[in-house]
């Protein structure tokens, strides 16, 4: 079992920066990708952005690709979502995700955090 809490949330203007951080606790990540959705209501949750917690290699949705930058801390168990020139459009809630795994037709989710408003004022 992996618990997930997210901080860093908030209200911004457009073409602001906002860093999220997920704080992981539980069981050993070392296999895992680690990342983050976000979600609109009425919408379904999508994919923004991931990291192997093994070996850094990161993936991102195309719309983020240069404005978003995720990381990890391996030692502290964090991981970041560093949003640059936000966006209007990028008003969700975002969640950090565990354990996520790739399919060509999506991904799924084993570990949720409760999520973290952000919004971007134009």
């Excluded at 895992?32 to 070996?55: C, H, L």
């Excluded at 969700?92 to 790739?102: H, K, L, P, Q, S």
């Amino acid at each position: 079992q992996v618990q997930l809490v997210e901080s860093g949330g908030g209200l911004v203007q457009a073409g602001d920066s906002l860093r999220l951080s997920c704080a992981a606790s539980g069981r050993t990540l070392s296999t895992q990708i680690m990342g983050w959705f976000r979600q609109v209501p009425g919408q379904d949750r999508e994919f923004v952005a991931g990291v192997s917690w093994n070996d850094g290699l990161t993936y991102y949705q195309n719309t983020v690709k240069g404005r978003f930058t995720v990381s990890r801390d391996n030692t502290a168990n964090i991981v970041y979502l560093q949003m640059t020139s936000l966006k209007p459009e990028d008003t969700a809630v975002y969640y950090c995700a565990g354990d996520i795994r790739r399919y060509r037709s999506g991904y799924t989710v084993l570990y949720w955090g409760q999520g973290t408003q952000v919004t971007v004022s134009s």
